[in-house]
C-alpha cells in the first residue's frame, strides 16, 4: 500500500517530467512503427502516418517530442554506411506532415529541421549520403533532402496563389518568395529520371509522386507571383527591379527539362509571362538608374563648395552655391 502511495504522490508531484517522458517515449515507438526497415520498398502505412498526425492535434509538448524523434530516426539511418530505405521513409513522412500536418506540427518540425536542437546541424545535409547497395534509393535520398530544404525557404512551402494575401506583400516578400518557388520547381527539373526508379519500389514511386505535387505546386505559386508583380512595375525601387530581373531569369534559364528525364519543365505559358515580365522590368531599371544619376549629378552640383573673399581677404567656405554673391564679414 505505502509502495502504492508514494507512486500516486510522485505522480502527481512532478507531472511535467512524466508527461514529457511519456511523449518522448509515444513519439519514439510512433516513429520507429513508421519507420520500419521491412519492407524496405514500401511507403508509410496510411494507418502510421495518421498516428503521427494526431501529435499535432496534442500539445506542443507532443509536437516538439514527434519532431525530435523523426530527425533522431533520419540522422541515425544517415550515419554509418547509411540506411536507404529508413531514410526515404523519414523524409517521405517529413513532407507529408508539414504539408498535412497542424500549425503546431509544421512549426516544431521547421525548428528542428533547420538546426537540430542536439547537435546543431542540418538533418538535411545529405548531399554525402553513403551511396552503398541501395544505390537508386540512396539517390533519392540526396535528391528528396535537398528538395526539402528548399522547401523550407522562406514561405516556399506556404502555397498561397490568392489575390488578397498576394496583393498585402510587400514588393521585396513577394519577390523572395517567386524566388523560392522558382528554386524547388529547378530542384524537382534536376531529378533523377523517374527511369531510373525500380517498377517494384512503391517507396522511391510515392517520393515521385510527392515531387510532382511539389513542381506543380510550385508552377502554380510562381504564375500568380508573376501576374501580380506586373501590377506592381511602376513601384518598384531600383533594387527590387533588379532582383526581380535576375529571379525571372531564373525562371526562363531552368525551364525546360533533359529530353530523356521526362520531368515536365514549368508550362510554357508561365515562362511566356516570365519572359515579357523581366523585359517590362529592365526598363524600369533602366529609367530608375537613369534617375538615380541625375540626382548624384544635382547633388554634386550642389554641395560644390564655393570660396568667398570678405573684406578682410579671408577666405570663408560655404556648403553650396546658395551664398556664391560678395559676402561682407562682421567683426
Not at 500500500?1 to 511535467?16: D, H, Y
Not at 538546426?115 to 539517390?139: E, I
Not at 494575401?165 to 524547388?184: D, G, K, M, Q, R
Request: charged letters at 25%; proline letters at 5%; aromatic letters at 4%.
Amino acid at each position: 500500500m505505502g509502495l502504492k502511495l508514494r507512486r500516486l504522490a510522485a505522480t502527481f508531484l512532478s507531472p511535467g517530467t512524466n508527461s514529457s517522458s511519456a511523449s518522448a517515449a509515444d513519439a519514439h515507438h510512433a516513429v520507429m512503427r513508421a519507420t520500419a526497415h521491412h519492407p524496405s520498398t514500401a511507403p508509410p502505412p496510411a494507418h502510421h502516418l495518421d498516428a503521427l498526425l494526431a501529435f499535432g492535434r496534442g500539445s506542443r509538448l507532443s509536437a516538439s517530442a514527434l519532431a525530435s524523434a523523426l530527425t533522431d530516426r533520419l540522422r541515425a539511418a544517415a550515419s554509418g554506411h547509411g540506411d536507404a530505405a529508413v531514410a526515404l521513409k523519414c523524409l517521405v513522412i517529413l513532407r507529408i506532415l508539414l504539408s498535412r500536418g497542424a500549425f503546431i506540427l509544421r512549426d516544431q518540425l521547421v525548428a528542428a529541421l533547420v538546426r537540430h536542437p542536439a547537435s546543431g546541424r542540418n538533418p538535411l545535409a545529405l548531399a554525402a549520403f553513403p551511396l552503398g547497395r541501395s544505390f537508386a534509393a540512396a539517390t533519392w535520398v540526396r535528391f528528396s533532402a535537398r528538395l526539402l530544404e528548399l522547401l523550407l525557404l522562406p514561405d516556399a512551402l506556404h502555397d498561397a496563389a490568392d489575390a488578397d494575401y498576394l496583393t498585402a506583400l510587400p514588393n521585396p516578400h513577394l519577390i523572395a518568395e517567386l524566388a523560392a518557388f522558382a528554386s524547388v520547381a529547378d530542384a524537382v527539373r534536376q531529378a533523377p529520371p523517374p527511369s531510373s526508379a525500380p517498377p517494384h519500389n512503391a517507396l522511391i514511386w510515392e517520393v515521385i509522386r510527392l515531387s510532382e505535387e511539389d513542381r506543380i505546386t510550385a508552377e502554380r505559386n510562381i504564375a500568380a507571383r508573376v501576374q501580380e508583380m506586373g501590377e506592381r512595375l511602376a513601384t518598384l525601387s531600383l533594387a527590387d527591379a533588379v532582383e526581380l530581373v535576375c529571379v525571372l531569369k531564373q525562371v526562363e534559364e531552368r525551364a525546360s527539362s533533359p529530353a530523356d528525364w521526362k520531368w515536365a519543365g514549368l508550362d510554357e505559358a508561365v515562362v511566356g509571362e516570365a519572359r515579357r515580365l523581366r523585359e517590362r522590368a529592365e526598363e524600369v531599371v533602366l529609367r530608375r538608374t537613369e534617375q538615380e544619376r541625375r540626382l548624384v549629378r544635382r547633388d554634386a552640383a550642389g554641395s560644390v563648395s564655393v570660396r568667398v573673399r570678405t573684406g578682410g581677404g579671408e577666405a570663408v567656405r560655404f556648403g553650396s552655391t546658395r551664398w556664391s554673391g560678395t559676402v561682407s564679414a562682421r567683426r
